[in-house]
């Protein structure tokens, strides 16, 4: 049997293939597309996906969609019943509904050539944030949480995984939820861009929770682990916000009204400079949605009892609370797929129908036979291919004062990378498959040196062009966690951040935080190899298992194809460019 499951209509469209209860590939669309967190019909990420599994679109029995226009109707004309919002706001809602009913018609006008046979099988949101992260986990019983802005009218549920069902015990409806209250507070404090909310992460470090009463005001938990908005402070409830999520970047309106002006003062525009009163309030920002999520995950211990927690949904992405689980809840094992947020959803939809098939057939009982230890399931090139490439453009690459060499041998091309970052060089690291998921994980990575002090200038300076406050990660060998951090646990996706231990802080300055901490990825042997191996070279050579990591863009999607990798290469500053064995470097 065969699932495409798909991600459309969100932010972060993205698509995956599942066959016989195994995932073969998966993709975001805007790696392909070029336009960050791309929004609309994911053709090319299906595209890649069904070339990848060498199979037509003839041959897919069902696409599952991370969607459900019927889920939880009850609660849709209730809200509709008692607080009579804006017309337009109703109108718009049921013309986005129309507009994305049609599948089957999308795939006919990406694919004339082929012909879709199967069925098209809706899932409801969250469910499919769920299966998105209990289904690919190493657990067989779990509590299971999904946070977000919304999705099918709700903004988050939570229950239990047992062997391959999901049962939800608790849902937070629209219009309360912990992903507007930090989207509003993130439009808030400046950042007005779809995705901008881990930069009040990076920010929140340099301030203080002056602010956390305030944020009480605005954030309400309840008895039942839950939470609720002050609606006081919003605008999505009743009027019509600008929402643009069509082919292209997603635009999302001003969320939050002219009270909380009134409550938390003046909010800053764009261009104005930060002060110590936005870095206050983005401290409290984090504060309160930690308050809530621990609020909520030691109630559902208490009710379930299980030691493991799957997380899922757009708030999952909050990799500093996600470090703190194990401190500030009884939960000993946390596992969050590399693409916690919507783009997730393709899989979590995928796998949901999966198993309901696959019961079915089976009397009602499906096997797991799948875990995502690696985020590694996007397309990779050939050094056959890089070559071909490389000739093409060899003029260019040289008119440009760049030398071009073939290493064949890992061993001595991980030793001479590993060189030039201990040398302080920027190097560009283009391996085997794309990661899935925003992080680049050592495959499309920028990898550098985290002893020196000047390297986050270094590196903003010559390519990212950022802000200075938001932290660059480590990259650390896994048999080396312990040494370095206060938690010694599995992050294979960079979701965690953990505290550095205070001795070993200042000699990885450039990957450790005002606060001490790092948001780390454990490199496995056996998931990824050749970067292990890099890692390791480096640690023979300097006595320290940890590269810092950043992801290969420069304002732009992660590069996906080794043109992209050679023109972001070419465009910036860097000094080393590695494309598989291909090894290119400023003269």
């Given at each position: 049997?065969?699932?495409?499951?798909?991600?459309?209509?969100?932010?972060?469209?993205?698509?995956?293939?599942?066959?016989?209860?195994?995932?073969?590939?998966?993709?975001?669309?805007?790696?392909?597309?070029?336009?960050?967190?791309?929004?609309?019909?994911?053709?090319?990420?299906?595209?890649?996906?069904?070339?990848?599994?060498?199979?037509?679109?003839?041959?897919?029995?069902?696409?599952?969609?991370?969607?459900?226009?019927?889920?939880?109707?009850?609660?849709?004309?209730?809200?509709?019943?008692?607080?009579?919002?804006?017309?337009?706001?109703?109108?718009?809602?049921?013309?986005?509904?129309?507009?994305?009913?049609?599948?089957?018609?999308?795939?006919?006008?990406?694919?004339?050539?082929?012909?879709?046979?199967?069925?098209?099988?809706?899932?409801?949101?969250?469910?499919?944030?769920?299966?998105?992260?209990?289904?690919?986990?190493?657990?067989?019983?779990?509590?299971?949480?999904?946070?977000?802005?919304?999705?099918?009218?709700?903004?988050?549920?939570?229950?239990?995984?047992?062997?391959?069902?999901?049962?939800?015990?608790?849902?937070?409806?629209?219009?309360?939820?912990?992903?507007?209250?930090?989207?509003?507070?993130?439009?808030?404090?400046?950042?007005?861009?779809?995705?901008?909310?881990?930069?009040?992460?990076?920010?929140?470090?340099?301030?203080?929770?002056?602010?956390?009463?305030?944020?009480?005001?605005?954030?309400?938990?309840?008895?039942?682990?839950?939470?609720?908005?002050?609606?006081?402070?919003?605008?999505?409830?009743?009027?019509?916000?600008?929402?643009?999520?069509?082919?292209?970047?997603?635009?999302?309106?001003?969320?939050?009204?002219?009270?909380?002006?009134?409550?938390?003062?003046?909010?800053?525009?764009?261009?104005?400079?930060?002060?110590?009163?936005?870095?206050?309030?983005?401290?409290?920002?984090?504060?309160?949605?930690?308050?809530?999520?621990?609020?909520?995950?030691?109630?559902?211990?208490?009710?379930?009892?299980?030691?493991?927690?799957?997380?899922?949904?757009?708030?999952?992405?909050?990799?500093?609370?996600?470090?703190?689980?194990?401190?500030?809840?009884?939960?000993?094992?946390?596992?969050?797929?590399?693409?916690?947020?919507?783009?997730?959803?393709?899989?979590?939809?995928?796998?949901?129908?999966?198993?309901?098939?696959?019961?079915?057939?089976?009397?009602?009982?499906?096997?797991?036979?799948?875990?995502?230890?690696?985020?590694?399931?996007?397309?990779?090139?050939?050094?056959?291919?890089?070559?071909?490439?490389?000739?093409?453009?060899?003029?260019?690459?040289?008119?440009?004062?760049?030398?071009?060499?073939?290493?064949?041998?890992?061993?001595?091309?991980?030793?001479?990378?590993?060189?030039?970052?201990?040398?302080?060089?920027?190097?560009?690291?283009?391996?085997?498959?794309?990661?899935?998921?925003?992080?680049?994980?050592?495959?499309?990575?920028?990898?550098?040196?985290?002893?020196?002090?000047?390297?986050?200038?270094?590196?903003?300076?010559?390519?990212?062009?950022?802000?200075?406050?938001?932290?660059?990660?480590?990259?650390i060998l896994r048999e080396a966690v312990s040494a370095w951090f206060e938690e010694d646990d599995e992050v294979p996706f960079m979701m965690k951040v953990f505290q550095i231990r205070e001795e070993k802080r200042a000699e990885i300055p450039a990957v450790t935080h005002v606060d001490g901490s790092g948001r780390l990825q454990t490199v496995y042997a056996e998931t990824n190899p050749r970067y292990h191996r890099l890692i390791q070279a480096f640690n023979e050579q300097t006595g320290v298992p940890i590269v810092l990591n950043t992801s290969f863009n420069e304002n732009e999607p992660v590069v996906c194809r080794p043109e992209e990798a050679l023109d972001c290469f070419l465009r910036t500053r860097m000094d080393v460019l590695v494309l598989g064995s291909w090894f290119i470097h400023r003269q």
């Open positions: 049997m065969i699932v495409l499951g798909v991600n459309a209509f969100h932010g972060d469209s993205a698509a995956c293939l599942v066959r016989d209860g195994e995932m073969l590939a998966a993709a975001e669309e805007e790696r392909f597309r070029r336009i960050k967190h791309w929004a609309g019909f994911p053709s090319e990420a299906i595209r890649y996906c069904l070339e990848e599994a060498g199979v037509g679109l003839d041959a897919v029995d069902v696409v599952a969609l991370n969607q459900d226009a019927w889920a939880n109707l009850g609660k849709k004309i209730g809200f509709t019943l008692a607080r009579r919002p804006d017309l337009k706001l109703v109108l718009d809602r049921i013309r986005n509904k129309r507009e994305r009913a049609g599948v089957d018609r999308l795939l006919a006008e990406a694919f004339p050539d082929q012909s879709f046979r199967g069925r098209v099988v809706p899932v409801e949101h969250h469910l499919a944030h769920l299966s998105s992260a209990f289904h690919v986990s190493p657990f067989d019983q779990a509590a299971v949480v999904s946070v977000d802005g919304f999705g099918d009218f709700a903004s988050g549920a939570w229950g239990e995984g047992l062997g391959s069902h999901i049962e939800i015990s608790g849902r937070v409806y629209f219009p309360h939820s912990l992903g507007i209250f930090y989207q509003a507070l993130t439009q808030f404090l400046g950042f007005p861009h779809y995705g901008d909310e881990y930069k009040v992460m990076g920010l929140a470090p340099y301030g203080k929770p002056s602010y956390l009463e305030a944020m009480r005001e605005i954030v309400k938990l309840e008895a039942d682990g839950g939470y609720r908005l002050n609606l006081d402070y919003f605008r999505h409830h009743k009027e019509k916000v600008e929402y643009e999520w069509e082919n292209g970047v997603p635009v999302v309106g001003q969320l939050y009204s002219d009270a909380l002006e009134s409550l938390l003062g003046p909010a800053r525009a764009a261009d104005e400079p930060l002060e110590q009163r936005h870095r206050d309030i983005a401290h409290s920002i984090q504060a309160m949605y930690e308050e809530a999520f621990f609020h909520l995950l030691n109630h559902l211990h208490a009710q379930y009892g299980h030691d493991a927690l799957c997380l899922a949904g757009g708030c999952a992405m909050n990799s500093v609370a996600n470090g703190k689980v194990r401190r500030h809840t009884p939960f000993k094992q946390v596992y969050i797929q590399s693409a916690a947020g919507d783009a997730g959803g393709a899989i979590g939809a995928a796998f949901v129908a999966w198993h309901e098939q696959a019961g079915k057939e089976n009397a009602g009982a499906s096997a797991r036979r799948f875990v995502m230890d690696h985020a590694y399931w996007g397309p990779s090139f050939s050094d056959e291919q890089i070559g071909e490439i490389l000739d093409q453009r060899q003029a260019e690459i040289e008119q440009a004062g760049c030398r071009i060499e073939q290493i064949a041998d890992e061993a001595a091309l991980c030793e001479r990378t590993a060189a030039a970052i201990a040398d302080g060089q920027v190097v560009g690291w283009f391996q085997g498959r794309l990661e899935w998921g925003p992080r680049a994980l050592g495959n499309r990575s920028i990898v550098c040196d985290p002893r020196r002090a000047d390297m986050k200038d270094i590196l903003n300076l010559k390519i990212k062009r950022r802000e200075s406050f938001r932290p660059f990660a480590p990259s």
